[in-house]
DNA sequence: TTCCTTTACGTACGTTGTGTATGTAAAACT
DNA sequence: AGTTTTACATACACAACGTACGTAAAGGAA
């Protein structure tokens, strides 16, 4: 067989990581073959190493692309909401589950994404995406510091629940709104407890 | 190789189950064989395939001990907290924190279990041991129907979130008090709504 | 233009780990 | 005492990852 030109290349790179992405949301990372991924692209197994270097390495590929797009959404509804910190926090937190239950790759991001790079590897990307921005949020709004980090945690965590909690109930609004209330019940709590002078 | 009675199986069954929890916690489901488990209880695969089913199989069992484990620790400790609903929910928390990271089985329950059997199956497991008593918990204190599903989720990932946090930072009593704290304040933070009348 | 090096794959192979089929000897029941 | 069932061990088939090697064209250098 020939050999491809440098964007040809590319192409195909960006193929494989397509392919993989949508194949480990439906399948789950333990189902999906190397040899699926690479049919399913039109190439070999050969070029998916070529390009990653190894399975574990073209799933990390796909789950930082995947949180980039996650975390542009969160910024950019968090910079719509206006100067108010509290507006942002809470703005942010709506778009995040938002984008993460509409880019139907809940799945990889929450289920696969901790089990398969680790869970300390995945919260370092995890906080350097996503999370930065909401412990930031946390910060403006006046939480101190021997709370932030558990807090800050303990919000990721209910907002991935709250999302994997909806993925259960496809296109049901009635649902949404009631998860972004009770969210919102949440992080008001928390902007309460800060404005309270907690100690 | 002889054959052993019956109460000698059950503890060859046993002795398979507890290495294995052992062998899963340290280094995680898809890095141990279960040639590794058959060599650490002192048998051969064939041995483990006799008592389970499949890879999965064990783990699924593993997985079931542990959670009754916790879940029983819920259960004593929110019963010893007297009569008020909301009391038995703030100890309930709590005595789950101290029992899921006490285990030394967070990455097993945390991180491995829903991707290996899967998010809906674990979340059923789970709901049917601990996260049944948070939802009456909230249920008794008067979250009302819409709110009570997405909170009952969103509670519990952030206390999972909680242990896991708490997991980086072993045996540091100040960590623990802060998370202790900040889960006392979204706990409280649900209850107050409940209580405001909310809908 | 010609040569050389590097790139972008494909092909073939070794290795590991799962699951299954089969063998066997002792326990447990009749 | 004989038969069946149990509790394993052994051996094998198969899938999937990773690696080594081959190859032909792209991209520069002379």
Chains 1, 2 share one sequence.
């Not at 190493?49 to 509804?77: D, I, P």
């Not at 909401?81 to 984008?99: S, T």
Request: hydrophobic share 55%; with cysteine; proline share 3%.
């Amino acid at each position: 067989m020939p050999r491809a030109s440098a964007e040809d290349a590319a192409r195909t790179a960006r193929s494989i990581v397509d392919t993989a992405t949508s194949l480990f949301a439906e399948s789950g990372y333990a189902a999906v073959a190397l040899e699926d991924v690479a049919a399913a692209a039109g190439v070999t197994r050969g070029a998916v190493y070529h390009h990653y270097a190894s399975k574990r390495g073209l799933f990390t590929a796909v789950v930082a692309r995947l949180q980039e797009r996650v975390a542009s959404a969160v910024v950019s509804a968090a910079d719509q909401a206006g100067p108010d910190a509290a507006a942002q926090l809470r703005a942010g937190c709506l778009a995040f589950l938002d984008a993460v239950t509409d880019a139907a790759a809940v799945r990889t991001l929450l289920v696969d994404a901790p089990a398969v790079i680790g869970w300390a590897e995945w919260r370092q990307l995890d906080a350097e995406h996503s999370v930065v921005h909401l412990r930031e949020a946390l910060a403006a709004t006046g939480i101190t510091g021997a709370l932030l980090d558990p807090l800050t945690a303990m919000l990721s965590g209910a907002m991935n629940d709250a999302a994997l909690w909806l993925a259960e109930h496809p296109a049901d609004a009635t649902a949404r709104a009631a998860a972004h209330r009770s969210l919102d019940l949440l992080v008001d709590a928390a902007i309460a407890q800060a404005n309270a002078g907690d100690r």
